[in-house]
């Protein structure tokens, strides 16, 4: 452990003794090592140069993430007050084009896989999205291989995107407002509205998706009742929206209880008890599954 600890950016927790304030807040780090006395954070400055497997390994049998995975862009400008990623991976850092579409070929032809998901905290706010799909499609187009998304903003999700998209295959989106009420959503600065989400789910379903996956928290700061009961409103809204376009729509909803991290802006606030976050849970489940 000695030896790795003299590795830059390598942290050997054992090394040092972590001190807290009554609130359960970091109050200091005191190394016990007098020749390691702190550890300095590395970041890679240029992706371009990031080395990345030209020959993924293939499982054996069927797994979740069964696709190319191509890193676009790390990092994240937006600071979502929840998110750890969005702080740890600064700054943002984006692959040209040209070097995703080398990968892409690459992997394709070492893999044989028939989809490809470009990856990033925010895939949606990647400088040139657009001609970037336009590009790759024009390589996969003909070969029947789809390109995904993980979750996106609701606000990034435009025409353009949704209509490149489908082109081969629908491969579904997933959405993520986090928030119930555009109060909350303030609070923890993901500045998207009800508009953005509702105007997002005509254009999806007109485009002729059957199913959107919508990302929530509960136990965020702030929370009041009315928030747990504008996640149950805003998904029947959702829904309603979506069958006027498709009679056959379903949203699905994904509600997970926000989990305080080091280094975001909520990262000294108490984490909602086991039996509140279980109560929450139900009132809002017994508003929204019969209609969603």
């Avoid at 979502?80 to 850092?93: H, K, S």
């Avoid at 965020?220 to 149950?232: C, N, Q, R, S, V």
Wanted: positive net charge; charged residues 25%.
């Amino acid at each position: 452990m000695e030896r790795l600890a003299k590795i830059e950016g390598v942290y050997i927790p054992s090394f040092f003794q972590v001190e807290y304030q009554p609130d359960g807040r970091i109050s200091q780090i005191v190394p016990l090592n007098k020749d390691i006395l702190h550890v300095s954070r590395r970041v890679f400055p240029d992706l371009e140069k990031g080395a990345f497997p030209s020959r993924p390994i293939l499982p054996f049998m069927e797994v979740i993430h069964d696709r190319l995975n191509i890193e676009i862009a790390r990092g994240c400008t937006r600071g979502c007050r929840f998110c750890q990623a969005g702080m740890i991976y600064r700054p943002l850092r984006e692959r040209s084009p040209r070097k995703i579409l080398d990968l892409m070929k690459c992997g394709l032809e070492n893999t044989g896989y028939d989809e490809v998901s470009l990856l990033s905290l925010s895939t949606g706010d990647y400088t040139c999205i657009d001609p970037l799909i336009s590009s790759i499609l024009d390589h996969t187009r003909e070969r029947r291989i789809a390109v995904s998304f993980p979750s996106l903003r609701v606000e990034t999700l435009t025409p353009s995107l949704i209509r490149q998209v489908q082109e081969v295959r629908k491969t579904g989106f997933t959405l993520a407002p986090e928030a119930g009420t555009e109060r909350l959503r303030g609070v923890i600065n993901k500045g998207n509205t009800e508009e953005d989400l509702l105007s997002t789910i005509q254009q999806v379903f007109s485009a002729g998706w059957r199913l959107v996956k919508l990302y929530f928290m509960i136990g965020l700061p702030t929370e009041e009742d009315k928030d747990l009961e504008g996640i149950a409103s805003l998904c029947q809204k959702a829904l309603k929206v979506a069958r006027r376009s498709k009679g056959s729509a379903q949203i699905n909803v994904s509600v997970s209880t926000f989990i305080p991290k080091a280094t975001p802006r909520f990262n000294g606030k108490p984490r909602a008890p086991s039996k509140e976050s279980r109560e929450s849970t139900k009132s809002c489940a017994g508003t929204w599954i019969v209609t969603v």
